[in-house]
């Protein structure tokens, strides 16, 4: 995607159209926009594996903005998209259009430093919401939580989905909202079913447009902000302190900036002793 071609920008044309409303100006006072990715996948079976769901939200005026600056920093890198899983946590091993820093440590850690000070400048809130998947099998094995509630997709990206709503309402009530999930997680389905038998019409994309090729840069974003949340989570009972985690998400990690919340075995637990429509099995 080009910031400028014939002054076409993808991010003011889904605006438009999912709003119909054609007046830049009052579109950038009266929408925002929470743009979902998610790392990991509720069919992963190691113990330590945490499934993420990340809302990254803003008005219009922000999302051009991080549109402009997302796309300069790849020029300056000379990639053409941010692809967590190909970047890889070693970036000295990157793959794809990332071998090419291939024992370069420096370059890699530049390159994402730049790109978190976009979304951290050009975003109002950024939501995470982790599952400890194996937490998540032993409590549906004491209640009915998949019964109840759904699978653990359903419920991270019902969780993280809620907690972007409940902020809204709280800042900025008189505000309308868009909420659109990138194309194509395990386990979505049932969690667009259940959205739409609960009055909500969350929107879903492909990360890549089937026509023209160009990506979707706001993904790009959530897909960083998911992974760093990821990979901090399952290391979680093997640091020492913060600083463990990794420069990156430590600057992400910023209180202002972010809501997150992990679910595991004993707010499961919690939740489910409370909650009507999780009984216990027989």
């Not at 160009?214 to 993904?219: K, M, R, S």
Request: proline share 5%.
């Amino acid at each position: 995607m080009t910031p400028t071609r014939g002054g076409y920008s993808f991010i003011r044309h889904l605006a438009w159209s999912l709003l119909l409303n054609h007046d830049p100006k009052r579109c950038i006072v009266t929408a925002f926009t929470a743009h979902y990715d998610a790392s990991g996948s509720e069919a992963d079976k190691q113990p330590e594996d945490v499934l993420v769901v990340v809302g990254l939200l803003a008005n219009e005026y922000k999302w051009l903005r991080f549109e402009r600056e997302w796309l300069a920093v790849l020029k300056t890198y000379k990639v053409p998209y941010f692809h967590r899983k190909e970047l890889g946590d070693d970036r000295r091993k990157g793959v794809g259009v990332y071998a090419k820093w291939a024992n370069d440590e420096d370059t890699p850690r530049k390159f994402v430093r730049a790109l978190v000070k976009v979304i951290r400048r050009q975003t109002h809130k950024t939501f995470c919401l982790g599952l400890v998947l194996e937490d998540y099998a032993y409590v549906n094995s004491i209640y009915q939580l998949r019964e109840g509630v759904g699978s653990p997709y359903v419920l991270a990206a019902a969780r993280c989905y809620d907690r972007v709503n409940a902020w809204g309402r709280e800042h900025y009530p008189k505000n309308k909202s868009l909420h659109i999930f990138e194309e194509g997680d395990c386990g979505q389905k049932d969690f667009l079913k259940l959205a739409k038998t609960l009055g909500h019409r969350p929107q879903t994309m492909p990360k890549k447009d089937k026509e023209t090729g160009e990506w979707f840069i706001p993904f790009q974003g959530a897909d960083l902000v998911a992974g760093a949340w990821r990979h901090a989570a399952s290391r979680r009972f093997r640091v020492a302190s913060l600083e463990d985690y990794g420069e990156e998400f430590n600057e992400i990690a910023t209180p202002r900036a972010r809501d997150a919340k992990v679910l595991h075995r004993a707010n499961l637990m919690a939740w489910c002793k409370s909650n009507p429509n999780t009984p216990r099995r027989s």
